[in-house]
T-cell receptor, first 115, second 122 residues
């Protein structure tokens, strides 16, 4: 079993739809959970960052972490064509300032929001 | 604007040649930089962790003699793919952690990714 599983999609939704993106993981030591957005031929850009379980909201984006189920989600409300990109989940056991960190990424889900 | 700059963004080379990719942090000093490789429709895979002034730490299965990493200053890390072969064709991405007292929008400890470098080996 891979450490992080993410359905690669593709996922196609109409503009204004609510989008749900998910990842599951097997390593119970993961503490930090991140969602990155990657446009074609570009580097990933951090969207949301969550520590341990719970919800975090930022504008149209909501990240949820359920450590008991080893399941994380990203919800996008009122999706826009500009949200079309690949969304990658990433996780790590620890983040230490100035120290090393190993991020484990999902494969990414390609999202297309149609106008 | 980008706080981590990668160069070149795209490179095509012949098999057997060496290619150098640069990763620069623009608004902060980065004691630690990371190099990833991303094949089409695959995850970003960490290749190595680059620490300023010391040897890089390579992930299992990554050949350190083939992928040379030099982190000579607090703002620059380079990845050299030596004797490149077609199977080395990939998207290489660096990331850098912001050190103390960063300028601009970077916050201490925050991780930023470069734009990536697409390598095609013929």
């Amino acid at each position: 079993q891979k450490e992080v599983e993410q359905d690669p999609g593709p996922l196609s939704v109409p503009e204004g739809a609510i989008v749900s993106l998910n990842c599951t993981y097997s390593n119970s030591a993961f503490q930090y959970f991140m969602w990155y957005r990657q446009y074609s031929r570009k580097g990933p850009e951090l969207l949301m960052y969550t520590y341990s379980s719970g919800n975090k909201e930022d504008g149209r984006f909501t990240a949820q972490v359920d450590k008991s189920s080893k399941y994380i989600s990203l919800f996008i409300r009122d999706s826009q064509p500009s949200d079309s990109a690949t969304y990658l989940c990433a996780m790590s056991e620890f983040i230490t300032q100035g120290g090393s960190e190993k991020l484990v990424f999902g494969k990414g889900t390609k999202l297309t929001v149609n106008p | 604007g980008a706080v981590v700059s990668q160069h070149p963004s795209r490179v095509i080379c012949k098999s057997g040649t060496s290619v150098k990719i640069e990763c620069r942090s623009l608004d902060f000093q980065a004691t630690t930089m990371f190099w990833y490789r991303q094949f089409p429709k695959q995850s970003l895979m960490l290749m190595a962790t680059s620490n300023e002034g010391s040897k890089a730490t390579y992930e299992q299965g990554v050949e350190k003699d083939k992928f040379l990493i030099n982190h000579a200053s607090l703002t620059l890390s380079t990845l050299t793919v030596t004797s490149a072969h077609p199977e080395d064709s990939s998207f290489y991405i660096c990331s850098a952690r912001a050190g103390g007292n960063p300028r601009g929008r970077a916050r201490t400890g925050e991780l930023f990714f470069g734009e990536g470098s697409r390598l095609t080996v013929l």
